[in-house]
């Protein structure tokens, strides 16, 4: 019988989004710092690239890849109006986003462990 990845992955989501989430506080505490910087963590998918956790193909047809979504890719325009005139780059309402985000992919995160382990408890009661 195969362990159930689940619970790892949702285990290593919930570290990243700590790890964010002190970031983005970092980032708030330091919004009146002249010449700081405003940090952000690599998004979840690099890490999760990295750590070796895979999707499987069982048959080639069963992954194909799509040319459109790869050539989509998000631009950022820096225009200077985040640099403010102490030489600090954060902004309050920005890292204020960020941290909903981290909020609400949190959530969403414990919500499926949560309906995971019911499943599996339903499973091992009958």
């Not at 619970?7 to 970031?23: N, Y």
């Not at 952000?40 to 690099?46: A, G, I, M, N, T």
């Not at 999760?48 to 080639?60: C, D, E, K, V």
Request: glycine share 6%.
């Amino acid at each position: 019988m195969d362990p159930i990845q689940l619970f790892d992955l949702a285990s290593r989501q919930a570290h990243w989004l700590s790890v964010r989430q002190t970031v983005v506080a970092g980032n708030v505490a330091n919004a009146n710092t002249p010449g700081y910087a405003a940090k952000d963590v690599e998004p979840f998918e690099k890490v999760l690239a990295t750590t070796g956790n895979r999707m499987a193909a069982t048959h080639p047809a069963h992954f194909v890849e799509d040319s459109m979504r790869n050539s989509v890719r998000s631009e950022r325009v820096e225009d200077g109006v985040d640099l403010q005139v102490s030489g600090n780059s954060v902004t309050v309402a920005d890292e204020l986003i960020k941290s909903g985000e981290i909020r609400r992919q949190f959530e969403m995160n414990t919500g499926l462990v949560r309906s995971f382990h019911r499943m599996m408890l339903m499973t091992v009661q009958r």
